[in-house]
T-cell receptor, first 112, second 117 residues
């Protein structure tokens, strides 16, 4: 079993729809959870960052972490064609200088 | 915000040659930089952690002698792919952590696409 599982998609939804992206993980030591957006042929950019369980909202984006279920989600409200990209979940254990463990990424397509 | 510049963005080389990729933090100091490799439709795989002034820490399965990492200053890390072969063709991405900000926020470069003929 891989450490982080993420459905690669593609996920295609109409403009204005609510999008739900998810990751599951197996390592209970993960404490820091992030969502990155990556456009084609570009590096990832940080969208959301959460520590431990709970919700975090930033504009149209909401990140949820359920550590008991080892499940994290990213919701996008009022989706726009410009949201079309690959969304990668990432997580790490401690606060030290160690790298992130990424999901495979979900390719999201917002249809105009 | 923090910006990480990666150069070159694309490089094509012949098999057997060496290629150097630079990763620079433009407006912050980065004691730690990370090098990732990404295959099409695959996740980012951490290759190594680059520490300023010390040797890089490589992930299991990554050849140290093939992927040379040098972190000579607080704003520059380089990855050299030595004696490149077609199987080394990939998208290489660096990331850096601003030492003055929270340790968990990484800024990524735009990536370097290497094609080995």
């Amino acid at each position: 079993q891989k450490e982080v599982e993420q459905d690669p998609g593609p996920l295609s939804v109409p403009e204005g729809a609510i999008v739900s992206l998810n990751c599951t993980y197996s390592n209970s030591a993960f404490q820091y959870f992030m969502w990155y957006r990556q456009y084609s042929r570009k590096g990832p950019e940080l969208l959301m960052y959460t520590y431990s369980s709970g919700n975090k909202e930033d504009g149209r984006f909401t990140a949820q972490v359920d550590k008991s279920s080892k499940y994290i989600s990213l919701f996008i409200r009022d989706s726009q064609p410009s949201d079309s990209a690959t969304y990668l979940c990432a997580m790490k254990t401690g606060g030290g200088a160690d790298g992130l463990t990424f999901g495979k990424g979900t390719h999201l397509i917002i249809q105009p | 915000g923090a910006v990480v510049s990666q150069h070159p963005s694309r490089v094509i080389c012949k098999s057997g040659t060496s290629v150097k990729i630079e990763c620079r933090s433009l407006d912050f100091q980065a004691t730690t930089m990370f090098w990732y490799r990404q295959f099409p439709k695959k996740s980012l795989m951490l290759m190594a952690t680059s520490n300023e002034g010390s040797k890089a820490t490589y992930e299991q399965g990554v050849e140290k002698d093939k992927f040379l990492i040098n972190h000579a200053s607080l704003t520059l890390s380089t990855l050299t792919v030595t004696s490149a072969h077609p199987e080394d063709s990939s998208f290489y991405i660096c990331s850096a952590r601003d030492r003055t900000v929270g340790a968990n926020v990484l800024t990524f470069g735009a990536g370097s696409r290497l094609t080995v003929l």
